[in-house]
C-alpha cells in the first residue's frame, strides 16, 4: 500500500499562482498526475507524467499549469500559473503501478481562487 499526501493548496486571488506537491510513501513506477473536482462537477483530468518524464494535459489547463516529477523522491508537483475562478476545487494526486494496473490516490488539497 503506497500513500501519497498533497500539501500547498490553499486561497489565491485571479491571476496568481500555487504550487501543489505530492509525496509517496513508497515508490511509484507507474504514471503519476493531479486531477481535480470542482463542487458539483466530476472529476477531472489536470496532469499526467510518466516515470519518463512525458506529460499530457487537460484542455483547461494547457499552457498554464507545468507537471513534473522527481523518481529519486517519489514526488510529483503541479505548478499552476494565471489561476481561474473556475479553477477552485480539490486537487487529487494520484500515483500508478507499473503497467497503469492500479491508480492510488491522496485525500485531496483545496484550492480556491477569487475573483
Known amino acids: 500500500q503506497v500513500h501519497l499526501v498533497e500539501s500547498g493548496g490553499g486561497l489565491v486571488q485571479a491571476g496568481g499562482s500555487l504550487r501543489l506537491s505530492c509525496a509517496a510513501s513508497?515508490?511509484?513506477?507507474?504514471?503519476m498526475g493531479w486531477s481535480r473536482q470542482a463542487p458539483g462537477k466530476q472529476r477531472e483530468l489536470g496532469a499526467t507524467i510518466t516515470r519518463g518524464g512525458s506529460t499530457n494535459y487537460g484542455d483547461s489547463v494547457k499552457g498554464r499549469f507545468a507537471i513534473s516529477r522527481d523518481n529519486a523522491k517519489n514526488t510529483v508537483d503541479l505548478q499552476m500559473n494565471n489561476l481561474k475562478p473556475e479553477d477552485t476545487g480539490v486537487y487529487y494526486c494520484?500515483?500508478?503501478?507499473?503497467?497503469?494496473?492500479?491508480?492510488?490516490w491522496g485525500q485531496g488539497t483545496q484550492v480556491t481562487v477569487s475573483s
Open positions: 513508497g515508490h511509484i513506477f507507474g504514471d
Open positions: 494520484n500515483g500508478k503501478t507499473t503497467r497503469n494496473t492500479y491508480t492510488w
